[in-house]
């Protein structure tokens, strides 16, 4: 079961009406109401080369057969055990999903609207979510080494027990967001944009150390 966390809305999935095959709607451009189990997914763009549609759907431990998925709009979707490494979700909107035990290694979402959205036990190394607005969201037990969060806006986000080993947060929106428990090893980040940042007290020498801040 998903961890509840407070402002984050659960995916609005009736499992009983999944009876469509996420393969056949796929050329219309508009899939709902479907599954993928154990397959890779055909190019999540049109036969035209625009942005599809995914709504009320589940993936299941799938591959993709092609990365480029610009523009996607995805709403009320859990995706489960899949290998969805490289994807390139730029100008994306996510809402309302749930993303657990999945490898995202060097997903790039710039510029997505990533709106209660859970990740949890999730492979994000090396992501690219610059200047990325995320409300409601959550990253739960997640490896983020490496990953850019160059002026995303992160107010409010929380980030539980994961590891932000050199990530940057150089110029992102850090008001309310928390990180209590995540490991920061290299972390990078401007200072003047941490007002509001919500840290544990044993995080806090270590922030002075990363930024250079003297204490005398």
């Excluded at 508009?30 to 189990?37: F, K, P, Q, V, Y």
């Excluded at 080369?49 to 009320?76: E, F, Y």
């Excluded at 983020?144 to 107010?155: E, S």
Aim: proline letters at 4%.
């Amino acid at each position: 079961m998903a961890t509840k966390t407070k402002g984050r809305i659960a995916p609005q999935i009736e499992f009983d009406l999944l009876t469509e095959s996420f393969a056949e709607q796929l050329p219309s451009g508009l899939i709902s109401d479907a599954t993928a189990t154990d397959t890779t997914l055909p190019p999540l763009l049109s036969p035209r080369g625009q942005p599809v549609r995914i709504d009320r759907c589940v993936w299941t431990s799938v591959t993709l057969a092609d990365p480029k998925a610009n523009g996607l709009h995805m709403h009320d979707a859990r995706i489960e055990n899949s290998d969805l490494a490289n994807i390139v979700l730029t100008g994306s909107s996510l809402d309302r999903i749930e993303i657990t035990s999945t490898r995202l290694t060097g997903a790039t979402c710039t510029e997505a609207q990533l709106k209660s959205v859970l990740f949890k036990e999730c492979k994000l190394d090396f992501a690219l979510l610059r200047m990325a607005r995320l409300q409601q969201c959550v990253f739960e037990n997640c490896n983020l080494t490496d990953a850019d969060f160059y002026g995303a806006d992160l107010a409010g986000t929380i980030f539980r027990d994961c590891d932000l080993s050199r990530a940057d947060l150089s110029q992102a929106k850090l008001a309310g967001a928390d990180i209590r428990g995540c490991r920061l090893d290299g972390l990078r980040g401007t200072p003047i944009t941490m007002g509001g940042l919500i840290i544990s007290p044993d995080q806090a020498a270590l922030l002075i150390t990363l930024f250079g801040v003297r204490v005398e």
